[in-house]
């Protein structure tokens, strides 16, 4: 069965370091999505994208925070200079169908660590 | 502004009894679609569920049904005979037309004992 997939499972940083998580969407979807959860708290949206460019951003989703496909499979989430506050489980999703019916696909999430 | 409660922080049961997890959503769109996930300890999330708003039908499958009664704006699920395998977070979820972003309730912990 096809899935997200997402890279690394894991990753510790230093504050103010450059950190890129990575997600492979389910082949044939064309809207792509990243969600955060801090421990212990629910999950928040980011950022939606679609057709190469952001369709819609949470105030979450600061100056610090950038989105880009940069190839015909990847979609990456950087952050600019981390913050501790930004340490969390960080989920790509993807969907095939545009609007509000399709069902998002969820990755295992990526869980980032700043210290 | 849409908005999903999930009152229930924490719920513990024995295994085989059956349990409901509650879910109130507030939106001032006219169709929407509500979701249930499952976030079992190991992280990921699991898609279980979604309705629409125009479809008030409650959904069984399986050991789980689902309850959406649009007068009380509510979305409940119901586990019949739990198993220890139930246990995980159960997130309510939210989008309605005005946007594409999913709206996620606080979330239940589920604990079945054996």
């Known amino acids: 069965e096809p899935e997200v997939t997402q890279t690394p499972s894991h990753q510790v940083t230093q504050m103010g370091q450059e950190v890129i998580l990575r997600c492979v969407p389910i082949s044939n979807h064309l809207y792509f999505y990243w969600y955060r959860q801090i421990l212990g708290q629910k999950v928040e949206f980011l950022v939606s994208?679609?057709?190469?460019?952001?369709?819609?951003k949470s105030e979450i989703f600061d100056d610090q925070f950038s989105v880009e496909r940069p190839d015909g499979s990847n979609f990456t989430l950087k952050i600019r200079s981390t913050k501790l506050e930004d340490s969390a489980m960080y989920f790509c999703?993807?969907?095939?169908?545009?609007?509000?019916?399709?069902?998002?696909?969820f990755g295992e999430g990526s869980r980032l660590t700043v210290l | 502004a849409q908005k999903v409660t999930q009152a229930q922080t924490e719920i513990s049961v024995v295994e085989k009894e059956d349990v409901t997890l509650d879910c109130v959503y507030e939106t001032r769109d006219t169709t929407y679609y509500l979701f249930w996930y499952k976030q079992p300890p190991s992280g990921e999330l699991v898609f279980l569920i979604r309705r629409n708003s125009f479809d008030e039908q409650n959904e069984i499958s399986g050991r789980y049904s689902w309850n959406f009664q649009k007068s009380t704006s509510s979305f409940n699920f119901t586990i019949t005979a739990s198993q220890v395998v139930d246990s995980a977070v159960y997130f309510c979820?939210?989008?309605?037309?005005?946007?594409?972003?999913?709206?996620f309730g606080e979330g239940t912990q589920l604990t079945v004992n054996p």
């Open positions: 979820a939210l989008r309605g037309t005005s946007g594409s972003r999913l709206t």
């Open positions: 999703a993807s969907q095939f169908a545009g609007g509000h019916t399709g069902e998002l696909f």
């Open positions: 994208f679609y057709n190469n460019e952001i369709s819609e």
